[in-house]
């Protein structure tokens, strides 16, 4: 049984360019969150996703970040034109059901950016 | 708002020696509580959780934490460690109302041979 997928597991981006990370839950789960983890920092809550829906994103800097969970396929988080300061592991969870508080969250490898 | 500190984050153990890692957080309410564990190369993996009950938890591979209310307290503790533990261990809390994890800054444990 396939745990959280994530890719790439690194990322190097130039300033300016565009970064897509992709999460692919585990079979059967239907609710996806991402959390980044800045240097030195403990992980934080960016987003909550079901399939087609944006549950909760208040944890996404306002501007040049965006998530999408489709129908088919995996999740992707978009950063625009990245700066040094989206250099971050983000991290993917997905859970099975209602995405509850007692829901426990399984978290992917990561995807650790570098912005040059 | 709700935190998580984790005190030690670098811990160096020779094997056999009994582990404790702090974890404090800060919030007055209902909380659920976590230890995940982070091998090089892995992704985060569940130790054990808190939700109710027996504050005494035991999770996988031999560890288990304690929940002390009155000190807001869940310090992760294994008596006897092993060279395979050398990991990352972070402690993360959730309001027992929402989803989102609050997490620490995580524990770098290094267990010598």
Request: proline residues 5%; glycine residues 10%; contains cysteine.
């Amino acid at each position: 049984n396939a745990g959280v997928m994530q890719n790439p597991r690194h990322l190097v981006r130039r300033r300016g360019q565009e970064a897509r990370l992709r999460c692919s839950p585990m079979k059967g789960h239907s609710h996806v969150y991402w959390y980044r983890q800045l240097p030195e920092e403990g992980l934080k809550f960016m987003v909550y996703l079901q399939k087609e829906n944006i549950i909760d994103e208040s944890g996404m800097p306002k501007e040049r970040f965006s998530a999408e969970f489709p129908k088919e396929g995996p999740s992707i988080l978009r950063i625009q034109q990245v700066v040094r300061g989206d250099s971050a592991a983000y991290f993917c969870a997905s859970s099975p059901s209602s995405g509850g508080a007692r829901e426990t969250q399984y978290f992917g490898p990561g995807t650790r950016l570098l912005v040059l | 708002a709700q935190s998580v500190s984790q005190h030690n984050h670098h811990v160096i153990l020779s094997e056999a020696a009994s582990l404790e890692l702090g974890c404090n957080y800060s919030y007055g309410g209902t909380v659920n509580l976590f230890w995940y564990v982070q091998y090089p190369g892995q992704h985060l993996q569940l130790l054990l959780k808190y939700f109710s009950g027996d504050p005494l938890v035991k999770g996988i591979k031999g560890f288990e934490a304690e929940f002390i209310k009155s000190k807001f307290s869940f310090n992760l503790r294994k008596p006897s460690v092993q060279w395979s533990d050398t990991a990352e261990y972070f402690c993360a809390v959730n309001d027992a109302g929402t989803y989102k994890y609050i997490f620490g800054t995580g524990t770098r444990l290094k267990v010598l041979a």
